[in-house]
């Protein structure tokens, strides 16, 4: 399809939308393979830790990052639709909202990043 | 100068939905789950992440240790159930919207609705019939109180 074949050409909010929709449906199928693998306590520690021991790997702490990240961002942008949902003058400043949101998520990733990836890494 | 015409309610409602109200209350619960959601999810975040020595001291005694409290019972269902029906409601609203043939949609719709209603129950099991202390576990892996006598 040619750009010229697209009647709507959405800005940040609709970008916004993409990304509300992409990290819940990451957060939703980790959230069932987060509750399978702690149901393993069930089974025996040694079943439990076992499995909790693959997430203190490098590849499993940088996908943890991106599960932090994908969580924030949705937080945070949930935040925005309710506030737009509610106030006028959300919806007037909607579009500044989303750099915001933005913000809040780099200074979130700031604090968190550092240390996590120390865990990770550095075996501290 | 014209009067707007009186707006009728309608008789039936086209899609043959049979609790007109539905889609309101999800509406809604998407926004209030997802305001305890955030409470929630953070500090489970920041406790299981960023405290002691982040997701290396998660393990067997960590978790044990967490659920001798009632708080963390009482948190990690709360954040279970409010998590799966926020997210499971969620992946309905895509099903709708993507999934054009009415037996792809049935069949993700059950689909999902299983996976949510299991999901929930076997974590509520887990966290309610969870042992700290299960008999004949190496002692190693247990947390210092399965010790105080």
Sequence with gaps: MSPGHMLYRGREGMWMWVVHRVTGVAIFFFLLIHVLDTSLVRVSPEAYNEIIASYKTPL???????????????AFNGLRIIAVDR????LRHQRMLVWIVWGIFALLMAGFLPRHLMHVFGGA | MMNAPAVVPPRFIRSGRTRPNAEKWSWMFMRISGVFLLVLIFTHLFINLLT???????????????????LWQVWDLVMLVLALVHGGNGMRLLVNDYAHHRWLRSLLLGALATSVAVIILLGALVIFTFDPCPVGADPALLPGFCFDL
């Design chain 2, 52 to 70: 002691g020595d982040g997701v290396n001291q998660i393990d067997f005694a960590f978790v044990a240790g967490k659920w001798a409290s009632p």
């Design chain 1, 60 to 74: 499993y702490g940088l996908i943890e990052a991106g599960l932090v990240a994908a969580i924030s961002l949705h």
């Design chain 1, 87 to 90: 106030s006028a003058w959300a």
